[in-house]
């Protein structure tokens, strides 16, 4: 199988997690996202913010190699999307970490055995599984609910499993799209601090939200994308202006 072709390692490329060259995605006749150029380093924290239908979830879909650009080209973590084969795309994004707003979790599997499967299906042996769904369970602050079937808990514990399953891999980059969207104010606030703490601990945090609050509250760096073009770019301290 030939495996994930990589960008031309120019040092620049090599040095960003995520880097769009002037992508554009056109869906017959209808131009949802027009020329974006964005990188994102290694370590950053980065809310992309924009209204329904502005193309927030598109890009997210780009990004996990769910569909392609019509046009330009998308690098993460020195891979060529546009360039990956079918057989690849599966094995690209055990490098990845995704958490998505209606958790996609096996209902009638434990807590433990959501977090588990993702190991599993990269082929991890006993050993390592056991050892590391507790020590990532623990971290979520869902240790003591290992052993509860995933369709009983609350949904803020939902999220919970979902985020603990996206990082038991360790990955380098974790990608959320709208984490928070079936979440109330004080859930939502939790899930932020965790993947602030997440964040802290080195991974690169992409995230996709409308939940203008906590952007506010997060003082990271803001991309506002509207009618499929990125109109602003506030790196520090950033503020979803509406």
């Known amino acids: ?9 120019d040092k620049f490329i090599f040095l960003k997690m995520i880097r769009l060259d002037h992508v554009y995605k056109k869906y017959d006749n209808n131009l949802v996202l027009e020329d974006i150029n964005l990188s994102v380093s290694e370590g950053n924290f980065v809310s992309l913010v924009g209204p ?6 598109t890009l997210i879909r780009l990004l996990i190699a769910e569909e392609k650009p019509s046009r330009g080209q998308i690098y993460v973590r020195g891979f060529d999307i546009a360039k990956l084969y079918k057989g690849d795309i599966p094995f690209y994004r055990r490098g990845l970490g995704v958490i998505f707003q209606d958790f996609k979790l096996l209902p009638q599997k434990t807590v433990f055995e959501n977090v588990a499967f993702a190991l599993e ?13 507790p020590q990532i369970l623990d971290m979520v602050g869902l240790s003591t609910r290992s052993k509860n079937l995933s369709h009983k808990l609350s949904a803020g514990e ?6 603990a399953r996206a990082l038991v891999n360790k990955p380098k980059l974790l990608i959320a799209d709208e984490p928070t969207g079936n979440l109330d104010p004080v859930n939502s606030w939790e899930i932020m601090q965790l993947l602030l703490k997440i964040n802290s601990l080195g991974t690169t945090v992409f995230l996709a939200t409308h939940d203008r609050e906590i952007v506010n509250s997060l003082k990271k760096r803001v991309v506002t994308i509207e009618s499929g073009k990125i109109i602003r ?3 520090k301290d950033g503020k979803y202006i509406l």
């Open 1 to 9: 199988m030939q495996f994930a072709m990589f960008a031309k390692f």
């Open 52 to 57: 329904s239908g502005a193309g927030k979830s």
């Open 121 to 133: 299906v990269c082929d991890r042996t006993n050993a390592t599984i056991k050892n590391r769904v």
């Open 158 to 163: 939902m999220q919970r499993v979902a985020i």
């Open 233 to 235: 770019d506030q790196k």
